[in-house]
């Protein structure tokens, strides 16, 4: 099974909002990614955890705010969003760190 | 910088044919290649990794990879309607942890 989940699906929040979104596997992957997608380009790194610990932070503004409370779960806390960060938001995960990645479904993300 | 090149497309074919994405990376020493399926509005989809000079077979997909020339390409055999997608090709460069991808190919099947 090679299963991440992701919700929520959609997300329409406006610039003074707080949100999450919460990813989830079962695989005993030790590695968890956040991606950002905009239309027509690749992903985009975001933050790497490994171990439960934060290995790498893509130079992301601090109005995102990541979170892994334990092996399987994976949290993205998001406040006060401008317009551009609508896109989509993908969740992987990983064996090990560089290893073959496995994506969510993703949460299309839309700031009005 | 470590980059990965991809023809954007679209690579049209029609039904049945072979169809052919290339990519492109930048150094020899690198171990780690994939190719990932993407549809319109969805997310990436693992369909093949690589790891050893030669091809790689998976179904109706051939990996193949080329490490003196520094190239990895995606054959489809018997290509269908359904192939229809970008196709994202992610290189882990040697001494990076994470994977870079390219921009992806868009491959059109013509019934």
């Known amino acids: 099974d090679t299963e991440v989940t992701q919700t929520p699906k959609h997300l329409v929040m406006g610039m003074t909002n707080k949100k999450s979104l919460k990813c989830e596997q079962h695989?005993?992957?030790?590695?968890m990614y956040w991606y950002k997608q905009k239309a027509k380009k690749p992903p985009e790194l975001m933050f790497v955890y490994s171990y439960e610990k934060l290995s790498i932070n893509e130079s992301v503004p601090s109005r995102f705010s990541p979170e892994c409370p334990n092996s399987s779960l994976l949290n993205l806390h998001l406040h006060a969003l401008q317009p551009e960060d609508s896109a989509l938001y993908l969740c992987?995960?990983?064996?090990?760190?560089?290893?073959?990645?496995?994506f969510g479904p993703g949460t299309r993300l839309t700031v009005t | 910088q470590k980059e990965v090149e991809q023809n954007s497309g679209p690579l049209s074919v029609p039904e049945g044919a072979i169809a052919s994405l290339n990519c492109t990376y930048s150094d020899r020493v690198s171990q780690s290649f994939f190719w990932y399926r993407q549809y319109s509005g969805k997310s990436p989809e693992l369909i093949m990794s690589?790891?050893?000079?030669g091809d790689k077979e998976d179904g109706r997909f051939t990996a193949q990879l080329n490490k003196a020339s520094q190239y990895v390409s995606l054959l489809i055999r018997d290509s269908q309607p359904s192939d229809s997608a970008t196709y994202l090709c992610?290189?882990?460069?040697?001494?990076?942890?994470?994977?870079?991808f390219g921009k992806g190919t868009m491959l059109l099947v013509s019934p």
């Open positions: 690589i790891y050893s000079n």
């Open positions: 992987a995960s990983s064996q090990e760190v560089g290893y073959e990645q496995y």
């Open positions: 695989m005993g992957h030790r590695a």
């Open positions: 992610a290189v882990r460069y040697s001494g990076y942890s994470t994977l870079t």
